[in-house]
């Protein structure tokens, strides 16, 4: 039995009088997962969830819920429901009628919705503050209430617009981890939009990165990360040494490519040779910082001074001029490393890669 | 065209109101625009043939002096507005402290109650045999009573006293909003407190001068209560004109015709004022 | 800073001077509504016999009567089609949009003899609108749209719209998301609006005047005339209601404002 994806886009087309928000995207959301839209501001994502929420109307394409065309079913009829990134909750009512709303809209009997309502204010661990007003709750109880008032309704996909936004760090991390672990167990869909890679990472199953209304690349959190394929999909992913360059030899389940300045790079091979090898790119925290008489063998060693450390607390972002080609390369220097190395700026060093970290740029 | 509905949301909230404007506003406007220019027939009713007889009449003459002085007496009343509210608002915006809300609304409430009762209350004070006739006249430091209606003085004081509120509330809100740390810029640059006034506070306050002007000039220009109770027959405005017309005589075209002229005026002060004052003008006045 | 002592002082003085043209008028009418005096314009000793005359009054009694009808109608009818009509302004574009916002502002600027005028003749040369409560509920309405409008247009910039989005997500339909999220939202803008309207429709006398017709008094048309027999006692103390009625209306709002905000 073919399982059919929770929510579906079908080349989907949304136009603004200025720009083309959403550009042919076609998605499917697996059932049970949590699904992220990934992108920077102004790309589309929020466009496109509103599409799916019903707020926003298609120009082209289909949207599918549970395999049915929901193009014309207005919002207030479909099966999913929002939690908004201003969370909107209903300043003139109390916690608990917030809660209630959609239940009551739907004609629920009235014991059942208290029934229903007090099991959530449980699942969320506010029992207590159910009289309260939106007003009287603290940031984090509040993005809690406008978790629980969509989830009370069992929809069949819950939509979040970037709703960790509006917090402070700390919050916000806990937050992350609560929501993963509510999606857990209460087995819900979740289609995600944030801007946040770091979020996007953390409690997504998989990720589209979305550009200028068009989808990039689609995939594990875990592949977008390692192996991001474009230029602009690796530098949003933190994979700053980003280098053009093309093949210049292929041995044994390797790749060797030069670089635009002539540096000569190993790479493990990719499954994916269709397209046009543009350049590679490597994460910071996966290049080593050596002492300049480390003898190594093997590839990607090259001689280069330190010019610039700074402390970012976790790390010392470490940028090393590279010798052969004056070339930039930014490195993630641990604080353990560095206590047993104690670099400073201006030394001489050799900076290496694993073959496997160089990660490869599609057209 | 059901399609058409449908897909138009915005109809149910401005299509009855906009129904309403064209029926009950503009086509009465248009009417008396129409009847502006046709003449009136023996019993009272209305001839329709095209003349400008009515304008004619309007413009020379007695009625030509009547509409003079009503757009001298309005003007007037504006710059007095304007140079007792500023310093008024002024006063309030920067010395009232915690009672300022309190001290404009007691500006603001005369205003509120019934105008033609307000009016009255002046009339009798200054009246013949009224309070300040009498209290003069017991303290020994008058003969007579003095004959302080009925004169162009009057009029203006009582058009001044029915629309101060009105110049004080926009300049008020205007003064209000000004941000403070463009004042302290101004001291921190070297500029002295008149300086400061004439090339910060004025000009940035322009926006609630213009409203004010608005909202004095226009509804002075077409009085005819206080002209009728405090200037009596002797000094009419526009606004007698009209409604003796109207009114008293029936004469509907020559009415009109007054009508449609106070009107152009209107429209044309209020067209330069939000020209000049720009769009925090027209959002002051509301 | 010889500029400054001298604004110190002359500011205060104007203010007070001001404050005193403003209210002088009003308090000694008052005052004198309790008078003894025949006429009303002097003291001679403190009575309430003037009020007990009042209410004996018939005419005042029905011209009360109408000034009430009136004004209530208006608020009620300018106040729901003014939210509806600011809603339309605020949130959809369409063509004519300017000409609207521009058109309604029509009433509240033409002199009120224009608009009485044109009013006069338009019901009474070509749609034939019998003059009395019709014609007088027309000018009033025509008149109060727009203050409501811009009161309630004023307020809606400063409401967060994705709670009526959010009210559709959890399924309810446009009737039911007005009804329980957007006229709760906008309530104090709606009543703001009525606090102006009222007192508005209740004193109105110029434009009531040309298109009252025949037989058709309101309170400021029945005061009018009686202002032909000069001065009289009963004048003040209607006065002395017009007045005090809007400052103990103000002072109600204010107190229930506190209420709200506590």
Not at chain 2, 115 to 140: C, D, E, F
Not at chain 3, 36 to 63: C, D, P, Q, S
Request: charged share 15%.
């Amino acid at each position: 039995m073919e399982n059919i994806p929770c929510v579906e886009l079908r080349n989907v087309v949304k136009r603004f009088p200025s720009v083309t928000a959403v550009d042919h995207v076609s998605l499917k959301v697996e059932q049970g997962k949590v699904f992220s839209l990934l992108g920077p501001s102004g790309c589309g994502k929020t466009t496109a969830l509103r599409l799916v929420a019903g707020l926003e109307t298609l120009d082209e394409g289909d949207i599918l819920i549970d395999g049915k065309v929901i193009n014309d079913v207005p919002a207030h009829k479909r099966e999913c429901n929002t939690v908004f990134q201003t969370l909107a909750l209903f300043p003139h009512m109390t916690a608990e009628q917030n809660v209630a709303y959609g239940l009551e809209r739907r004609k629920v009997p009235k014991n059942e919705i208290k029934r229903r309502v007090g099991e959530m204010f449980e699942l969320i661990q506010l029992g207590g503050m159910e009289k309260r007003r939106p007003s009287q709750l603290s940031g984090g109880q509040r993005q809690r209430i406008a978790l629980a008032r969509s989830l009370v309704l069992k929809p069949k996909i819950l939509l979040l617009d970037e709703p960790l936004a509006s917090l402070d760090r700390k919050l916000r991390k806990e937050m992350q981890v609560e929501l993963k672990e509510l999606q857990r167990e209460v087995g819900i869909t979740f289609l995600y939009v944030t801007h946040d890679q770091k979020v996007a990472l953390s409690i997504s199953d998989i990720i589209a990165v979305m550009v200028e209304g068009r989808l990039e690349q689609v995939g594990l959190a875990k592949e977008i990360y390692e192996t991001p394929r474009t230029k602009f999909i690796a530098d949003f992913m933190g994979a700053t040494n980003i280098f053009s360059g093309k093949v210049v030899a292929k041995t044994n389940g390797e790749l060797q490519l030069q670089t635009e300045k002539g540096l000569k790079v190993i790479a493990a091979e990719t499954k994916d040779s269709s397209k046009k090898i543009t350049g590679i790119s490597i994460h910071p925290e996966l290049i080593e910082i050596l002492p300049k008489n480390t003898g190594l063998k093997g590839d990607n060693n090259f001689k280069g001074k330190i010019v610039e450390m700074i402390y970012q607390g976790d790390f010392i972002e470490t940028k090393v001029c590279l010798d052969q080609t004056s070339e930039l390369v930014t490195v993630h220097l641990s604080s353990r490393q560095d206590r047993e190395a104690q670099f400073s700026p201006g030394e001489e060093v050799l900076v290496h890669w694993s073959p496997e970290s160089s990660n490869i740029l599609l057209g | 065209m059901k399609r058409f509905l449908t897909t138009q949301a915005y109809l149910p909230y401005v299509g009855p109101i906009s129904l309403w404007i064209v029926l009950f506003v503009i086509s009465p406007l248009g009417v008396i625009l129409y009847f502006s220019f046709l003449k009136v027939g023996p019993v009272g009713q209305i001839v329709p043939t095209f003349t400008l007889e009515n304008y004619l009449t309007l413009f020379k003459g007695a009625y030509g002096i009547i509409l003079l002085r009503s757009l001298l007496f309005a003007f007037g009343t504006n710059m007095i507005c304007l140079l007792i509210g500023y310093p008024l608002a002024y006063w309030i915006v920067r010395y009232g402290g915690k009672l300022k809300i309190t001290l404009l609304f007691l500006v603001i409430m005369p205003s509120w109650t019934c105008y033609l009762i307000r009016l009255y209350a002046l009339k009798t004070l200054a009246g013949y045999t009224g309070l300040i006739n009498s209290t003069l006249l017991n303290l020994g430091l008058i003969s007579s009573p003095l004959e302080m209606l009925y004169n162009p003085t009057a009029v203006i004081i009582g058009l001044v006293y029915s629309w101060l509120p009105f110049m004080v509330l926009p300049i008020y809100a205007s003064l209000d909003g000004l941000d403070p740390s463009l004042l302290e810029a101004a001291v921190d640059l070297g500029a002295t407190p008149l300086r400061r006034f004439f090339t910060v506070t004025l000009p940035l306050t322009k926006g609630g001068i213009f409203a004010g002007t608005i909202l004095v000039f226009i509804p002075s220009l077409g009085e005819w209560l206080v002209p009728l109770l405090l200037g009596g027959a002797k000094v009419m405005m526009v606004g007698n004109l009209v409604e003796h017309h109207f009114i008293k005589l029936g004469n509907i075209p020559m009415g009109s015709s007054i009508a449609a002229a106070l009107t152009a005026i209107v429209l044309l002060i209020m067209y330069l004022s939000i020209k000049v004052g720009g769009e925090e003008a027209l959002e002051r006045i509301i | 800073m010889k500029s400054w002592n001298k604004t110190g002082k002359i500011l205060p003085a104007v203010a007070t001077l001001v404050y005193l043209f403003m209210w002088a008028p009003v308090f000694i009418l008052v005052l004198f509504s309790f008078s003894n005096n025949k006429f009303g314009i002097k003291w001679e000793g403190f009575t309430l016999k003037w009020y007990a005359e009042l209410f004996n009054n018939v005419a005042v009694r029905n011209a009360l009567k109408m000034s009430l009808t009136v004004a209530i109608i208006t608020v009620v009818v300018a106040t729901i089609a003014g939210t509806l009509t600011a809603y339309g302004l605020y949130k959809y574009k369409f063509r004519g949009k300017r000409a609207l916002r521009t058109t309604i502002l029509l009433p509240i600027v033409m002199p009120y003899v224009v608009t009485g005028a044109a009013l006069l003749a338009f019901f009474t040369r070509i749609v034939h609108v019998p003059l009395g409560y019709p014609s007088i509920l027309i000018a009033h309405i025509s008149f109060s749209v727009p203050l409501a409008v811009f009161v309630v247009l004023g307020r809606m910039a400063r409401i967060d719209w994705t709670l009526e989005e959010a009210s559709a997500d959890l399924g309810a339909d446009r009737l039911t998301t007005w009804r329980k999220i957007t006229v709760p939202l906008l309530l104090p803008a709606i009543i703001a609006s009525a606090a102006l309207i009222f007192p508005w429709s209740f004193d109105d006398f110029t434009i009531t005047y040309f298109v009252a017709g025949v037989g058709s008094t309101t309170l400021p048309i029945y005061v009018f005339s009686q202002l032909r027999y000069g001065a009289t006692p009963v004048i003040n103390t209607i006065g002395t209601i017009f007045v005090t009625l809007p400052i103990i209306g103000l002072l109600l709002v204010s107190l229930l404002q506190k209420k709200e905000v506590t």
